[in-house]
């Protein structure tokens, strides 16, 4: 389990992320959600020290990741960016990219690293595609292969920093598919996602920010009764219910 | 592309380099015919009882020597760079890692110092400046692929003004410079090739090692650091070893231009962009390439000979041209 226990969080010197209380659980997937700029991304980066803490702390299994070096966390947190390059290597290659944390010097790869890796694929489901070049797939199979890299990466949770973005709707929903499998599986999944359909169908629990601090956190109902969406976006939020689902209609707030 | 056009094609390669080398040795404004250099070579090391040996050791051999290691150093130079700046645009001539060179070889000469290792040493203290002064650009401001060459184009403006200047105020250094700023191998000495050259070897040899690393960090920083990468420590290693391997060519070679660009994008193109392969064939083909440029800039006008350089400046300024208008956004998922 990651538990943030009043941090702040900022990058150039600058607080974007006000003492941040939130934990997130194995089986569980968060979503962060709230404006741009309120400080979701910053908060993922802090957890992989992308954006080092100024202060607070932050536990992984109960054990401050100050106290472990880069390798160490990658073990325990995989983090997939926001903005990702698709390269002109294999799909193999890629995924085993994700054993990085778990090699040392010289890095050559093991039978077990190979094995790990080629699982990944199966479970992403590109196992056909692992001599394919990612920069040839569409979006889509790259979202993919970039998840099948986390996976091989082995950490108890995973970060996506909005995973949706450039994916087309069948694209998007066959990734919340797959983040409920990994909630299944026994990862914690924390996502930022700006579609706010998706992210309440999907999440065991939201949390909401607004302008760096937290505002609310609970579970879907929760957070839609508390009225701290309109809050946080300023925005009305109604709710009506489909075959699919609850899905959640915003409409700007009459001046 | 499958495993035996890939064979094939570093088979291709390193034959290619031989011929190369078997050439520059017997060619030039006296030619050595093969009865001769198989004289020579069963002569034993350094013996120059034979005309014929005399230029093989002491010309031909440093030259071609030169050749062989500056291309390959400035090649995998160049496909680092590009890696670790994420931007293929990026070579150390054109992000001002030669230029830094430059200057610091040429404070070197203007303060007497000729020898080998303090040539290469300074020529490496100058490319890691640069280097070192583009990255911190380019992080302080956040930088975009385009702004780090604009900010590396500056750099090598600033350095290079620098050098002429010094060169005006200091003729025994200007004189030495005059040479070294166009680049070229007429004047290379083992004196000078010996400690440059143990400086390329064991870079090349410390990175063949690390292509994992850069393979990682090419992704970019934040996907390197999700992984378990301490980007900032693993970037300025590469970029030492960058300089190193460019520092130590331009000692002996002077500013050769474009070689940093054009092969590593003529060994992705060919080969892979995963760098535990294309190191190797970018040093294969970077030593091949300088070896038949350095080799028609001596033979095409004979008995004229033009520095290389600027036989490097005809061929690179059209394909940085090329690679402009060519030029794709980043791909980004």
């Not at chain 1, 390059?85 to 995924?95: F, G, L, R, W, Y």
């Not at chain 2, 040479?179 to 070897?201: E, K």
């Amino acid at each position: 389990m990651i538990e943030l226990k009043n941090v702040c969080a900022g990058y150039d010197g600058k607080t974007v992320l006000h003492d941040a209380n939130v934990s997130f659980e194995p089986g569980k997937i968060t979503v962060l959600v709230g404006p741009n700029g309120c400080g979701k991304s910053t908060l993922l980066k802090s957890l992989v020290r992308i954006n080092p803490h100024s202060s607070g702390e932050i536990l992984i299994g109960g054990v401050s990741i100050q106290k472990m070096d880069q390798k160490q966390l990658a073990r325990n947190v995989a983090y997939l960016a926001q903005n990702k390059k698709a390269p002109d290597i294999s799909v193999m290659k890629m995924v085993l990219h994700g054993r990085f944390a778990h090699l040392s010097y010289p890095r050559k790869y093991r039978q077990k690293d190979i094995e790990i890796a080629k699982n990944a694929l199966k479970w992403a489901g590109m196992e056909a595609e692992s001599e394919k070049i990612v920069s040839k797939l569409s979006g889509g199979m790259q979202q993919k292969v970039y998840i099948a890299m986390a996976l091989a990466q082995d950490a108890d949770t995973i970060l996506m920093d909005e995973p949706t973005t450039y994916l087309d709707v069948v694209h998007q929903l066959r990734l919340m598919e797959m983040a409920r499998q990994l909630a299944k599986a026994g990862k914690a999944v924390v996502m930022v996602l700006h579609d706010l359909t998706q992210a309440l169908q999907i999440a065991d629990q939201v949390v909401v920010l607004k302008e760096g601090k937290i505002i609310a956190q609970g579970t879907s109902d929760e957070i839609y009764e508390s009225g701290s969406l309109q809050r946080a976006f300023g925005v009305e939020v109604e709710r009506v219910h489909t075959k699919s689902g609850w899905h959640y209609l915003c409409s700007l707030l009459e001046t | 592309m499958n495993k035996y056009k890939e064979k094939l094609l570093f088979t291709g390669a390193v034959l290619l380099l031989l011929l190369s080398i078997l050439l520059s040795t017997c060619l030039g404004s006296v030619r050595i015919s093969f009865a001769e250099l198989m004289e020579v070579i069963q002569l034993g090391i350094g013996n120059v009882a034979t005309p014929a040996a005399r230029i093989f050791w002491y010309a031909r051999l440093p030259r071609t020597a030169a050749c062989v290691l500056s291309g390959a150093a400035l090649a995998v130079s160049g496909a680092v760079i590009q890696g670790v700046l994420t931007n293929k645009l990026a070579s150390p001539g054109i992000i001002g890692v030669n230029a830094g060179a430059g200057l610091a070889v040429t404070i070197c000469c203007a303060f007497g110092a000729f020898s080998g290792w303090a040539i290469a040493g300074a020529a490496f203290g100058g490319a890691i400046a640069a280097v070192m002064l583009v990255a911190l650009t380019a992080q302080k401001i956040g930088a975009s692929r385009t702004t780090v060459i604009l900010g590396g184009v500056a750099v090598n403006s600033c350095l290079n003004a620098a050098s002429e200047a010094i060169s005006i105020l200091v003729p025994d250094a200007g004189m030495q410079a005059a040479d070294f700023r166009v680049g070229g191998f007429s004047n290379v000495a083992y004196a000078r090739l010996l400690p440059a050259g143990i400086l390329i070897l064991v870079g090349l040899c410390v990175l063949f090692t690390l292509t994992n690393e850069l393979d990682v960090i090419s992704l970019g920083e934040d996907t390197a650091q999700g992984l378990g990468m301490p980007v900032k420590k693993i970037r300025t290693v590469f970029l030492g070893l960058s300089a190193l391997l460019a520092g130590a060519a331009v000692s002996f070679s002077g500013l050769l231009g474009f070689v940093g660009l054009i092969v590593p994008h003529v060994a992705r193109k060919l080969v892979t962009n995963e760098s535990g392969k294309l190191l190797p064939f970018c040093a294969i083909v970077g030593a091949g390439f300088v070896t038949i440029c350095d080799l028609l800039a001596r033979t095409m006008f004979s008995p004229y000979e033009i520095p290389v350089g600027i036989l490097m400046s005809f061929i690179g300024g059209p394909f940085f041209l090329f690679l402009l208008i060519n030029r794709k956004g980043g791909h980004s998922v």
